[in-house]
């Protein structure tokens, strides 16, 4: 009996010869990471982050920061940051309600990625937030299947830069966003960010924000 498949992939899995070749893969699913897996993750600045609402509806978040943002501490845990963002946690919330969170990390120079399942719980007053600059919450995520994942169709993009917002450890804080400045949201930002927009010259519209993204200035 197999605990990732459903009767409905069982069927496609029919339906395309690929039964044999699904189980087989199920099989090399793994319950931690491998070492490789480790030192892959811990490079990485960016990943896909997937979890459910209590709707049912899945979300799938990007989320970025300097090189070695998310940490491995042992083959079952992987650990990360929760950063200042639009106020809504989509994610946080998910992962308080239904704890299930899938992860991709990816290399889009070399191609390469890992696929991982796991558990994630979220504690303000976790031991390790405090090593990680600029977190407001961290992430604990436990492992429960990693799995190996064709490159074949990953395009190959090289990486310029880290983004200006991320936190890093020995520089100043970040800037404040750009769209912390639009008109139409300024009574319902929370009291800390009440002075940003005069800070970065005034108030913008919705378009002039959207122009600022488009010249790659949000």
Not at 31 to 58: C, N, W
Not at 65 to 89: E, K, W
Request: charged share 25%; aromatic share 10%.
């Amino acid at each position: 009996m197999s605990e990732l498949y459903s009767t409905e992939h069982r069927a496609l899995q029919r339906t395309f010869d690929t039964t044999r070749l699904a189980d087989r893969l199920e099989a090399m699913a793994r319950p931690e990471l491998a070492g490789d897996q480790k030192a892959f993750i811990e490079s990485r600045d960016m990943f896909f982050l997937t979890s459910v609402d209590h709707r049912g509806y899945p979300t799938c978040s990007y989320k970025g920061g300097a090189p070695g943002f998310v940490r491995v501490p042992d083959p079952r845990t992987i650990v990360f940051p929760s950063y200042n963002g639009n106020g809504m946690l989509l994610s946080m919330g998910n992962i308080n309600t239904s704890h299930k969170v899938g992860m991709l990390f990816i290399d889009f120079e070399t191609p390469h990625r890992v696929r991982v399942h796991g558990v994630a719980t979220i504690d303000r007053y976790d031991p390790l937030l405090t090593e990680f600059i600029g977190a407001e919450l961290l992430v604990r995520v436990t492992v429960t299947e990693a799995f190996i994942n064709c490159p074949r169709y990953i395009h190959r993009y090289q990486r310029l830069q880290t983004s200006k917002y991320a936190p890093q450890a020995g520089c100043a804080a970040p800037p404040a966003p750009q769209w912390k400045r639009i008109d139409a949201i300024q009574d319902s930002l929370p009291a800390r960010d009440s002075g940003v927009a005069r800070e970065l010259g005034g108030t913008i519209t919705l378009e002039e924000y959207g122009a600022l993204v488009i010249k790659r200035e949000g």
